[in-house]
């Protein structure tokens, strides 16, 4: 069970991390112009 959390927060982690490291280089969301 500990793995399985530990495996869940690790993801978690990383997929935040790529998610504002992109943040600057991707454009603007559709959500942007409204």
Not at 7 to 33: C, E, H, K, M
Request: glycine fraction near 2%; charge should be negative; charged fraction near 15%.
């Amino acid at each position: 069970m500990l793995k399985n959390n530990l495996a869940l927060l690790l993801i978690v982690v990383l997929a935040t991390i790529l998610r504002f490291y992109q943040l600057g280089q991707n454009p603007p969301s559709l959500d942007w112009d409204e």
